[in-house]
């Protein structure tokens, strides 16, 4: 069974007329078919509009296919709610900042454990042996927005990763931040990996692909070849 499958997935974009109504007729996936097995990573490339970011955001449930299935540790995600998909798969945005809203970043990190109910001081115990796996134990009190691009998208990823997915997608992690976070970034893809997550990586940077994924895909104009 894969940890992520999609199979014979189509999905176009609706057109809005001007009495803001919706019809099919927009960017089109079309039969759209791959598995990734756990504590492997696969990654996605292709030209700008190729549909990566449209392909990353069904995986994560954020659009629903408009044909074929998606299916997260063999569950078809069209009978989940997105809070279900969400306990399963961590999506990281192409721009981290979106993910990032509290004032501090441990406060960041905690906010879900505390709205789902968990005793606070135990989430922060959580939250700071995340910051610590991922090096950032020294911006605990730091304010989010006056974090670098590079520490941006490992604070955002360790507020996924606190929830322990089975499936990662990245979608241009590697975009605007320095070799040293570079490393950083793979060497935590490497433990994930190592644990058994399955890793989908959306990159235009081929040499960080070849260098830790198992396999590479290419879109063009929504056809995976």
């Given amino acids: ?28 996936l079309s039969d759209i078919s791959f598995g990734i097995e756990a504590g492997m990573c696969v990654a996605l490339t292709g030209s700008n509009g190729s549909g990566k970011t449209t392909l990353g955001k069904l995986a994560a449930g ?17 009978r989940l709610t997105l809070g279900q998909i969400g306990a399963m798969s961590g999506y990281l945005f192409q721009n981290p900042e979106r993910q990032l809203f509290a004032p501090t970043v441990i406060e960041d990190l905690i906010f879900p454990q505390i709205i789902g109910g968990e005793n606070e001081e135990k989430a922060r115990a959580s939250g700071r042996e995340m910051l610590a796996l991922l090096g950032l134990s020294e911006l605990e009190n730091r304010t989010v927005f006056r974090l670098s691009g590079g520490e941006k998208l490992r604070v955002a ?18 975009n605007g931040i320095d070799a ?10 490497r433990e994930l990996l190592l644990e058994g997550t399955a890793v989908l990586l959306i990159t235009h940077n081929i040499d960080f692909a070849d260098a830790y994924c198992d396999s590479r895909l290419s879109l063009e104009k929504g056809v995976l070849i």
């Fill in 157 to 174: 990823l360790a507020g996924i990763l606190i929830r322990k997915p089975h499936i990662l997608i990245l979608d241009e992690p590697t």
């Fill in 180 to 189: 040293e976070n570079l490393t950083h970034l793979g060497d935590i893809m």
């Fill in 1 to 28: 069974m894969y940890a992520l499958e999609f199979d014979k997935v189509s999905y176009t974009y609706p057109v809005y007329s001007s009495k803001n109504s919706a019809s099919p007729g927009g960017f089109t």
């Fill in 62 to 78: 954020i659009l629903k296919p408009c044909g074929g299935r998606i299916l997260v540790s063999g569950k078809d995600i069209a």
